[in-house]
């Protein structure tokens, strides 16, 4: 949920600002993110100024605590972008998103988001000019006339021992080099190799530790310890690549006294291998710092800052960043390039294209940047067709100079087009439109000209139809709506509404059809048997006919209720007929068990959610004339209870409780046995719920509690507390006004 500015601390303007940039089109992610404000606010607490940075971060910087600046339209008009918010008092703040930070470097995208357990292996494929070395494990196997491997590990020395033959001195060769030593001594012992008869080959298994130092300009300089087979570029992987100035283009490797240049983007932008492939014990890689490093954005491949060698210039970064693509401008780049003062300022370069050619160049120095605009340019020499024609779309407008050649272009019509009305729009430069109207089955068509980029549409016959509808009710599978056709019988819709039910009324419809001049509803009757001679089964529809289908009076569906609990036979019995009493029913049930309590059975009622209905069911079988024996219909239910021996006190008493039920005895004699009232139990409306679900609250005057039964005393308000020392100065006040009455008479009498 957005937060208000006015509830924003310094905190979340940190964050919403990161938010935004992280999603802009420079690829800078959040972590950068925060690692450039953590630091600023970091060297800002400790020194109580501003940190030193580069230009552009500390652009970023004050934009994400201070506020945004005005950003330089020169550069970067294009990455302007307003975020708008409203705060609680409904005053609209605007955010202006200047121009993204610095990306990170190519390179350093590569060597900082990967997972060092990938390079961790002590094992793997290794080239023929593998060096050995202490530690590594070779497999010399032997097959022909003998048959023999050996697993074998060189020692400290770099030997390894070989039974009949003893050491064998094999560091510092390669695994073709290790073949001929061990060819050459194990012909001593097996004749057969030099007979060519039997064969020897040499291949690397585990490979042995190395002790690696990256120095220099690269994120984690220090000693690493690797694998035999590992390579420069697995090495860079585990110091993270290059710092924010380190080289990947000039890097040296040092080993046994000579050094060897390397060039990483040959490996990482050309897919070419290094020399030498793989590290050796002692190696020492050296990354200086790089010689220019510049940044390309705009519409280009790959945005981001490139290393760039002496001599280098705009050609390459453009062939680096993955070159232009297809929208890019046609006309000049802009460059800006900070100056020897310490100023920048903008220089115009020709196109991009020209630098790619060859047919212009320029070299590029430290810090320059190089910004490729997008074309703005849009589409002019086009028509577009919409509608009912075979293939709609966008059509060259060259030689197109009427609506029925664009129909030609695009096809032909279709069956279901509407020739009377046809539609151009054109759009007007300033940004407004025009509506011309045409007709395909006259000459108007041809008489006002296309241009380009008009929208010419057509409208179907078919978005135009609303269809009519017939209506059936009643005694049929489906009942609703179905949809007019002309030649529609009564026959057809009573097969579309799914058959008739078994319990239609033989030989009876109702076909009610309006006469919509004299405002009235015609009522035809008709027969639908299925006999062929009888004529109300080709009766012809019209258009919003309503047909009932009349249900058998006769007929009577089955009702369904539920005798359950201490009855003879227990279940699911159907009323015999409608208004089946319930006396009626428990009697088709066998009556009940010994111990059933049919003084507290209970009856349900589902229909209309009526839940359950206090019925006295004992004078329901009894009287079976009472009104007590009531109907019954489908779903209700009765259930008999076991004997119960209780009856429960609930509510404002002393202790909630049930106690054992007493013939005869009174409300009042359960409720003093619960502890009787509290001070605020409302005496007058206490209330009994008999066994059966009958209720009464007048349960302390007539009927007396059965087996079963609820009292459930109410709770009243909070009775006021008595306020003594009003009462007593009450008192003393009236007996005082008393003696002064007194002693006036007495003097009075005197």
């Known amino acids: 949920m957005p937060m208000h500015s006015h509830s924003l601390t310094l905190e ?52 994400l605590l ?46 900082r988001n990967v997972d060092r357990s990938v390079f961790a292996s002590a094992s793997g494929a290794a080239g023929r000019d593998y060096v050995l070395g202490q530690g590594d494990e070779i497999t010399v196997s032997i ?33 073709d080099q290790a073949k001929a030593s061990l060819n050459q001594r194990l012909a001593k012992v097996y004749s057969g190799i030099s007979r060519g008869s039997t064969h020897l080959d040499v291949s690397l298994g585990k490979t042995g530790p190395i002790r690696v130092f990256l120095l220099g300009e690269v994120k984690e300089p220090g000693g690493y310890v690797f694998t035999g087979h590992s390579s420069v570029l697995s090495a860079m992987y585990f110091a993270k690549g290059p710092t924010d100035i380190g080289t990947v283009r000039n890097l040296v490797l040092t080993r046994s006294g000579t050094k060897y240049p390397l060039d990483l983007y040959q490996y990482l932008l050309k897919g070419e291998s290094l020399s030498p492939h793989s590290l050796q014990d002692g190696d020492i890689i050296f990354a200086g710092r ?10 280009v491949g790959r945005s981001a800052v490139y290393e760039l060698k002496k001599g280098e210039g705009v050609k390459e970064i453009l062939e680096f960043a993955g070159g ?31 630098y790619l050619s060859g047919a212009a160049k320029m070299a590029l120095q430290d810090g320059d940047r190089i910004m490729v605009e997008k074309s703005s340019e849009t589409a002019a020499n086009f028509l577009t067709i919409s509608g009912p024609v075979k293939y709609p779309g966008a059509y060259e407008a060259t030689g197109v100079t009427s609506v029925s050649q664009l129909v030609a272009k695009a096809g032909g019509l279709r069956e279901d087009a509407f020739l009377s009305r046809v539609h151009v729009v054109r759009f007007n430069p300033e940004g407004s439109s025009s509506l011309f109207a045409y007709s ?21 016959l078919k978005d135009m139809y609303i269809p009519d509808s017939v209506e059936i009710a009643g005694a049929v599978f489906n009942p609703g709506k179905y949809e007019f056709r002309t030649g529609m019988t009564l026959k ?50 019209n258009p919003n006919d309503f047909v009932q289908i009349p249900i058998d009076p006769k007929w009577y569906k089955k009702e369904i209720v539920s005798l359950e609990g201490l009855f003879i036979h ?27 309590y049919v003084e507290g059975g209970r009856f349900f009622r589902v229909k209309d959610s009526v839940g359950r209905v206090g019925v006295d069911l004992a004078k329901a079988i009894d009287r079976p004339k009472s009104k007590a024996n009531i109907p019954m219909v489908g779903g209700d239910s009765i259930y008999i209870p076991d004997r119960l021996n209780t009856v429960k006190v609930i509510g404002e008493v002393g202790f909630e409780t049930s106690l054992l039920f007493q013939d005869g005895a009174s409300v009042q004699y359960y409720i003093e046995r619960a502890g009787g009232f509290t001070r605020r139990s409302e005496k007058n409306r206490v209330v009994v719920q008999y066994a059966n679900g009958e209720t009464s609250r007048d349960g302390y005057f007539n009927r007396k509690p059965d087996a079963g039964s609820i009292i459930y005393i109410p709770q009243g308000p909070e009775p006021k507390p008595v306020d003594w020392i009003s009462g007593i100065n009450a008192l003393l006040g009236t007996l005082g006004v008393a003696a002064a009455v007194i002693l006036s008479i007495q003097a009075v009498s005197k």
């Open 12 to 63: 979340d303007k940190v964050s919403q600002a990161r938010r935004v940039q992280a999603e802009s089109q420079s690829g800078v992610d959040a972590a950068t993110m925060d690692s450039l404000v953590n630091e600023h606010r970091k060297e800002t607490k400790t020194t109580g100024r501003k940190s030193k940075s580069s230009p552009g971060e500390e652009l970023i910087l004050d934009s």
């Open 66 to 111: 201070t506020g945004p600046k005005r950003p330089d339209p020169a550069w970067n008009a294009e990455a302007q972008a307003e975020t708008t918010w409203v705060d609680s008092a409904g005053r609209v703040h605007t955010m202006v998103k200047n121009r993204p930070p610095q990306p990170k470097r190519y390179e350093q995208r590569i060597f």
């Open 143 to 175: 097959w022909g006339d003998k048959e023999k491997e050996y697993n074998l590990v060189l020692n400290r020395e770099g030997k390894v021992f070989l039974e009949g033959i003893g050491q064998v001195l094999l560091a510092g060769q390669n695994l």
């Open 290 to 299: 790089a010689d220019a490093l510049v940044e390309i954005r705009g519409d």
């Open 324 to 354: 232009i693509n297809a929208t890019a401008a046609t006309h000049k780049m802009t460059l800006q390039r900070i100056f020897p003062d310490g100023k920048f300022d903008y220089i115009d370069l020709a196109s991009p294209r020209d």
């Open 440 to 460: 395909l089955d006259n000459t108007l068509s041809d008489s006002i000209a296309l241009i380009p980029r008009d929208y010419v549409i057509l409208y179907s």
């Open 492 to 541: 057809d819709l009573v097969m579309q509404a799914g058959g008739l039910l078994p319990h239609h009324e033989n030989g009876k419809a109702v076909v009610f059809r309006g006469t919509p001049r004299e405002h009235t509803v015609e009522q035809i009757s008709l027969d639908v048997e299925e006999n062929p001679a009888v004529p109300g089964i080709g009766f012809r529809l």
């Open 570 to 596: 227990p279940g699911k019995y159907s009323l015999l007929y409608p208004g089946e009493k319930m006396s009626s029913v428990m009697s088709r049930a066998g009556g009940f068990k010994q111990n059933a």
